[in-house]
């Protein structure tokens, strides 16, 4: 099975492409898609709406798991990220993958144990999972393929 993880974002969205079952995982691939805070939001959904599509197309994931908006500190930021993630459940309806959500509250319970876990601890438990040497440099892709981990532990 491949799960396309999610991490929404206005301004990045992580992503990461996971195969296997919850005992055996593989990382494909993963990255993000970075939009220029210049633009107008419209053209910046648009880029990760065309970027999105783009990867759907290539890899062809069997469904995704999308961190899904809990609560959020910082109040400018809500709406265009909505507004992403808006844009992301789109694409996928767009082209027929079952979605699934998770907070990250979640995820980090799934993954440490604890739902108030320490992003160290979450990207400790990543590389242990998929038994890699080097995590992406992004916190975003990390936390998507975390989130693609989630899914693929509670799918049994």
Do not use: W
């Amino acid at each position: 099975m491949k799960i396309l993880g999610i991490d929404p974002g206005m301004a990045i969205v992580g992503y990461g492409l996971l195969e296997g079952n919850k005992d055996n995982l593989k990382l494909i691939t993963s990255g993000s898609i970075q939009t220029d805070k210049e633009l107008d939001d419209s053209k910046r959904l648009l880029e990760i709406y065309n970027d999105l599509s783009t990867i759907v197309e290539e890899y062809k994931p069997d469904c995704a798991s999308v961190e899904k908006l809990f609560f959020f500190k910082n109040q400018k930021t809500i709406i265009p990220v909505a507004e992403a993630r808006g844009v992301i459940l789109t694409v996928l309806e767009k082209y027929g993958i079952p979605t699934y959500d998770y907070t990250p509250m979640e995820v980090k319970q799934v993954l440490t144990g604890y739902g108030r876990a320490e992003k160290k601890e979450v990207e400790r438990m990543v590389h242990i999972a998929l038994g890699i040497d080097e995590l992406p440099k992004l916190d975003d892709t990390v936390d998507a393929i975390a989130i693609a981990i989630c899914h693929s532990r509670s799918l049994m």
